[in-house]
């Protein structure tokens, strides 16, 4: 009897033992240490939420000592100081991921600020701002981490725009950098996928986020404070005042694109998420104006058969 009782114990103590280390097995199994750079706010910090939530481990990017401590604060984030535009901080990071010894399967670049205004009155300073950090800044980070990637053969995800495809008056200097990493995007794709790494891009439209009021700062609030005249722009800017796109929705649909960005066997290249009908419309009706345009009044046009065709091979490409 006593030897009965002892063998019901001891198989419920083990069960109650060995099924945490199991579960911590599983999860440890399938957990991806993953880098998201600008990971204090917007849709940083909701891909950090969700990724971390999720299992796996984050290298949460920022700048700020306030955005470290509470980025520290959630189960399976590790808070790293990297502000994209200084080489010394990237090195340290990568020197950081390597130490850790969990390689490093994913990078988000999501890091993102936005100059706006007509291009002929856009600073020489404000110009260099908006490409080092949206332009440079995942340039630099990828080369900085690309060895681990490729070692852990794993994903690089860029947060790129609508305003990689549209380019309207006033959003230039942005739309620049956001096309930028679309071409940056298909060659590193291409250059990549021999190495079993995966590279692709996430195309939001407008989510709510720190974006507009971190622009009104910089093209209204600090020049205003330094004694510089404004543009017509900025002045028209700062009557409207500073936008802190509450009117938009949470970027959650953006994070669940980043999701399959990273983890779909069979993800895609480009991953166009916008809120509305007319966004899209926007988005997708400049593509097809810009195809029409490269393709009219030239010796080798296709005729329009001709374009229905190539759409139609497009949309269903034959794979091998
Ligand atoms: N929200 C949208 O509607 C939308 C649409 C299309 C694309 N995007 C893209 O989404 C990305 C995230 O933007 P968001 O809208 O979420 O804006 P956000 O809330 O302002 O977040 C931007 C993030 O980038 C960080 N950052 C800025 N400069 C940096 C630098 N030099 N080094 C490292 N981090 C830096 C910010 O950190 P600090 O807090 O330290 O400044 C912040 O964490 C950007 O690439 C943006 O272009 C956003």
Same mark, same amino acid.
């Given at each position: 009897?006593? +030897?009965?009782?002892?063998?019901?114990?001891?198989?419920?103590?083990?069960?109650?033992?060995?099924?945490?280390?199991?579960?911590?097995?599983?999860?440890?199994?399938?957990?991806?240490?993953?880098?998201?750079?600008?990971?204090?706010?917007?849709?940083?910090l909701?891909?950090?939420?969700?990724?971390?939530?999720?299992?796996?481990?984050?290298?949460?990017?920022?700048?700020?000592?306030?955005?470290?401590?509470?980025?520290?604060?959630?189960?399976?984030?590790?808070?790293?100081?990297l502000?994209?535009?200084?080489?010394?901080?990237?090195?340290?990071?990568?020197?950081?991921?390597?130490?850790?010894?969990?390689?490093?399967?994913?990078? &988000? $670049?999501?890091?993102g600020? %936005?100059?706006?205004?007509?291009?002929? #009155?856009?600073?020489?300073? #404000?110009?260099?701002?908006?490409?080092?950090?949206?332009?440079?800044?995942?340039?630099?980070?990828?080369?900085?981490?690309?060895?681990?990637?490729?070692? +852990?053969?794993?994903?690089?995800?860029?947060?790129?725009?609508?305003?990689?495809?549209v380019?309207?008056?006033?959003?230039?200097p942005?739309?620049m950098?956001?096309?930028?990493?679309?071409?940056?995007?298909?060659?590193?794709?291409?250059?990549?996928?021999?190495?079993?790494?995966?590279?692709?891009? &996430?195309?939001?439209? $407008?989510?709510?986020?720190?974006?507009?009021?971190?622009?009104?700062?910089?093209?209204v609030?600090?020049?205003?404070?330094?004694?510089?005249?404004l543009?017509?722009?900025?002045?028209?800017?700062?009557?409207?005042?500073?936008?802190?796109? +509450?009117?938009?929705?949470?970027?959650?649909?953006? +994070?669940?694109a980043?999701?399959? %960005?990273?983890?779909?066997?069979?993800?895609?290249?480009?991953?166009?998420?916008?809120?509305?009908?007319?966004?899209?419309?926007?988005?997708i009706?400049?593509?097809?104006?810009?195809?029409?345009?490269?393709?009219?009044?030239?010796?080798?046009?296709?005729?329009?058969?001709?374009l229905?065709?190539?759409?139609?091979?497009?949309?269903?490409?034959?794979t091998?």
């Amino acid at each position: 009897m006593k +030897s009965l009782k002892w063998l019901v114990l001891s198989i419920i103590s083990a069960v109650l033992v060995v099924a945490p280390v199991a579960m911590a097995a599983d999860v440890q199994e399938d957990q991806k240490a993953i880098l998201v750079t600008g990971a204090s706010s917007g849709i940083g910090l909701k891909v950090t939420q969700d990724l971390a939530a999720a299992g796996h481990f984050v290298y949460a990017g920022a700048r700020k000592e306030k955005d470290l401590k509470a980025l520290n604060e959630i189960p399976n984030v590790q808070s790293i100081r990297l502000d994209v535009t200084v080489q010394s901080e990237i090195d340290a990071a990568v020197a950081i991921v390597t130490a850790e010894g969990r390689g490093l399967y994913g990078l &988000v $670049n999501n890091a993102g600020v %936005a100059i706006v205004g007509p291009m002929m #009155d856009v600073s020489d300073d #404000d110009f260099h701002f908006q490409m080092n950090v949206n332009v440079y800044g995942p340039f630099r980070v990828t080369k900085a981490f690309a060895p681990l990637i490729v070692a +852990s053969q794993g994903r690089i995800t860029t947060i790129g725009s609508i305003a990689g495809t549209v380019s309207p008056a006033g959003l230039g200097p942005y739309c620049m950098s956001k096309h930028a990493m679309e071409a940056f995007t298909d060659a590193l794709a291409a250059e990549m996928e021999p190495q079993g790494v995966v590279v692709n891009i &996430v195309e939001p439209g $407008n989510y709510k986020s720190k974006i507009s009021a971190s622009a009104f700062n910089r093209m209204v609030t600090e020049k205003v404070a330094a004694g510089v005249e404004l543009t017509e722009a900025q002045k028209a800017m700062q009557d409207r005042g500073s936008n802190d796109r +509450s009117q938009f929705k949470d970027p959650d649909e953006v +994070s669940d694109a980043v999701m399959l %960005a990273l983890f779909d066997e069979n993800s895609k290249l480009r991953y166009m998420v916008v809120p509305n009908q007319g966004e899209a419309a926007f988005t997708i009706g400049k593509a097809v104006q810009e195809l029409v345009q490269l393709n009219e009044d030239q010796p080798y046009s296709y005729d329009r058969e001709g374009l229905i065709k190539l759409l139609d091979e497009a949309m269903n490409p034959v794979t091998e």
